[in-house]
């Protein structure tokens, strides 16, 4: 049990230092931007609207508390990328290549693994 605490608390934090690291370097409307030139209308408000869960689904993630809820929501947004940004960039993130899906399938993983443990 001990290893899913901290498996929770790592993938909390990870996902809190995204929001709070967009949030502070003011980087939520490129963001925005990003998604509207994806095909997304509401890309301004959908990047704030993963911004901010990522602070606060992180959080909760890396509290203990609504562990599943947190899950979803981040296992959404990753997903999302996958399509978006990674599966065409193929599988390496560095080395390889650039960009690719293997980060993300990992944190997929372990959001899975967390989920089966979530208590709510």
């Known amino acids: 049990m001990f290893s899913a605490l901290i498996l929770r608390v790592v993938m909390g934090v990870i996902f809190v230092s995204h929001g709070a690291a967009r949030i502070y370097y003011g980087s939520v409307s490129e963001f925005g931007s990003f998604l509207d030139g994806k095909g997304f209308m509401i890309g301004f408000f959908l990047a704030w609207l993963i911004t901010i869960g990522e602070v606060v689904f992180g959080t909760l993630l890396a509290a203990g ?23 065409p960039n193929g599988w390496f993130v560095v080395g390889h290549g650039s960009g690719g899906v293997e980060y993300s399938l990992l944190i997929l993983a372990v959001l899975l693994f967390l989920y089966s443990k979530g208590k709510n």
């Open 65 to 87: 508390y609504k562990v599943k809820y947190s899950v979803i929501f981040h296992a959404v947004v990753i997903l999302g990328g996958l399509v978006l940004i990674h599966i």
